[in-house]
């Protein structure tokens, strides 16, 4: 019997989450799997991580498993779904078995789409095992989302007593995820959460909270060190609401010595003292995420919050002065909340200078949260597809939820949607290296070069930028066809144009013409500050400086789904290496458009 398994990463144009992308369910699972002498592999980090559609598909049709395991969070269940639909198109009778946060009966998108076999709800160890010991002739057991002889899916109770933990292999200590760690090591010591917020279906998957055992958390930590490994981000939904909490602090001085590893973890801010954050500080913590999300009371209440400010105030003061940076998190969108108590909350921590990092999140109405159950009567609508983001509440609009935006970035002097630099312009700017062995880059200089994307067997990268001279641009009549079969055979691709710093705007038409026949999940976002069309950029580089053409489509409101109009301005958006855009820019511009387009400095990602 042979297994595949995968995790999709968070797109963007620069790959700067792929880094980031560390399968961990899918090794919890491998590593069970392989104690049952079952042939299980992960797909490799470069490929699943930076590879386009076609490349990850032809890379599990060539294995030809009987079973492929993906893992199905909000910012990959769209892509998870195309791909098992190819799956089974081409290896009928492989078993896709889905898992992850987004695999309950509730989520609508997901049985809307379902070209999979079976749904894993919720943990996966304790159901893998058995569907592996049963496979091909799974039975229902519970906690399993399968499609009944009426055609519909139904879903298994689970097993109301949750496994032990610790109880599977340990993925680091076993070395299996080794090539998809990039110095930093995601870790797990306890599940399970004591709260219960409305927005969140973390406690639905994992109700009662329980530890890993500490000696394998600490051998972790200490491979971890040997391994020279840079930092450990702690998954646990509340790391101060745990218990033995003094004795794990005190393991990880002991298996941290010098401070060696830099730790991160999630917890509320009221919860900190003085000599805990003492402790913490010489445990190795330096960073902190609390999430604050409101300081408007009724609509903490709705999403079952509290919020004490003297003892948050006292928490962050504590953290900092221990040299812990604190990260706050602020929600747009809670029921109750309008657009002046969203602007109040960011108004009353940057006043209060309680924050190292102040983020804000729009809220998605998640499957199986309570919030998502309780949508109509609490007056709420979100988007049909992921990321299901909130479009309306009683007490916000779409348009409101996108100004709350603009005042953050205005507040924080921050671009909301900093800029993703393509790979392939990474001389001008510090780009993250893109392993090798795909092509991000192909470059049609005559009309004679164009040809497929995919030719001479190279695969291509997700995220792929094509530069075109001014007489191949001027032959859409070529380069069209070739472009569109290339985002029909992968729809996930994240496609950037370079034209000659000297084309004029309606030689970009046909460009924008492919933009709009494609939808992507990053084009959705309407909560960014100037330009929800994300997944298709047109860009040219002349002297020092990088600028992405406007989208006309910027020029018109952005309709969404329920009928609402958000307006976004049509910018064109410069790179520069100085302050200033230079004059010989902007006259360049100004010749080009009858009204011309503003035009904004384009920051790109601190971190
Ligand atoms: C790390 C993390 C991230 C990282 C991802 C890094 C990475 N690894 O790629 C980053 C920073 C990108 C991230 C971002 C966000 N995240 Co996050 N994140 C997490 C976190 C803390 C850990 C995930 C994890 O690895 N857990 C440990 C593993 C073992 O648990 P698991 O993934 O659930 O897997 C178990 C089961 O689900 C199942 N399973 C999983 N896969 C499979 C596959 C098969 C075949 C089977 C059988 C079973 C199975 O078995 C596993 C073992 O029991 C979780 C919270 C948590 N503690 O889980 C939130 C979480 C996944 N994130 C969440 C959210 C909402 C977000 C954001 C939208 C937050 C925001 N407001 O911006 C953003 C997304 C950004 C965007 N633009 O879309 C939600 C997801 C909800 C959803 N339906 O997907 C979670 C659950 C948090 C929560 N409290 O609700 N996140
Ligand atoms: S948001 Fe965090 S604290 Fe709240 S229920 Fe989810 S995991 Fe627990």
Known sequence: MKVVLLQLPLQSHDFFFSHENIPLAAAYLQGIARQRGIDAELLPKPLVSYGNDEA???????????????????????????????????????????????????????????????????????????????????????????????????????????????????????????????????????????????????????????????????????????????????????????????????????????RRLRFHAEARAEAIHHQLAEKMARAGFAQLEVGLQSVNREALRNVHRSFHPQRFLSGIRCLREEGIEAMVDVMAGLPADTLSDICRTLDWVMAHEAYDYLMLYPLSLIA???????TSELGLSAMPDPPYLLTRSPTLTASEMNQAFHYYEASMEEEITPLEIPPSFKVLWSSPALSKGLRYRVDWNHPQEIESLCRSGIPTAYS????????????????????????????????????????????????WRLARSRSHPLDRDYTVTHSPYRSLMVLSYSRGLLWKWPDPRESQPLTLHDGQKVSFRAVCKVVTQGQEIPEWFREHIRQRYSSPPEIERWQPAED
């Open 56 to 258: 990850i598909l032809h890379s599990i049709v060539d294995a030809q498993p009987d079973l492929v395991g993906l893992s199905c969070y909000l910012w990959n269940v769209e892509r998870s779904l195309f791909l098992a639909g190819q799956i089974k198109r081409y290896l009928p009778s492989c078993i896709v078995v889905l898992g992850g946060p987004e695999i309950t009966s509730q989520n609508r998108f997901l049985l809307d789409h379902g070209h999979f076999d079976i749904g894993v709800v919720g943990e996966g160890e304790e159901i893998w095992d058995q569907l592996l010991e049963y496979f091909p002739n799974v039975p229902d057991l519970p906690g399993l989302l399968r499609r009944g002889e009426d055609g519909n899916w139904h879903e298994n109770d689970r097993s109301s007593s949750p496994p032990k933990l610790g109880r599977w292999p340990s993925p680091f200590l076993s070395g299996l995820l080794d090539s998809h760690i990039n110095g930093v090591l995601w870790l797990e010591t306890v599940r399970g959460c004591p709260y219960r917020c409305a927005y969140c279906s973390y406690p639905k998957h994992s109700p009662r909270l329980r530890e890993f055992p500490f000696d394998r958390v600490f051998r972790e930590v200490e491979q971890a060190c040997k391994k020279g490994l840079k930092e450990i981000v702690f998954l646990d939904p509340c790391f101060l609401r745990r218990p033995k909490l003094e004795a794990l602090l005190d393991g990880l001085i002991t298996h941290n010595p010098d």
């Open 368 to 374: 199986g949260t309570e919030l998502q159950q309780r």
């Open 464 to 511: 792929i930028t094509v530069g075109m001279t001014r007489e191949v641009l001027r032959e859409s009549r070529i380069w069209g066809p070739v472009l569109k079969e290339h985002l029909e055979r992968n729809p996930f691709t994240l496609l950037s144009v370079e034209v000659p710093p000297d084309a004029l705007p309606e030689e970009l038409d046909p460009l």
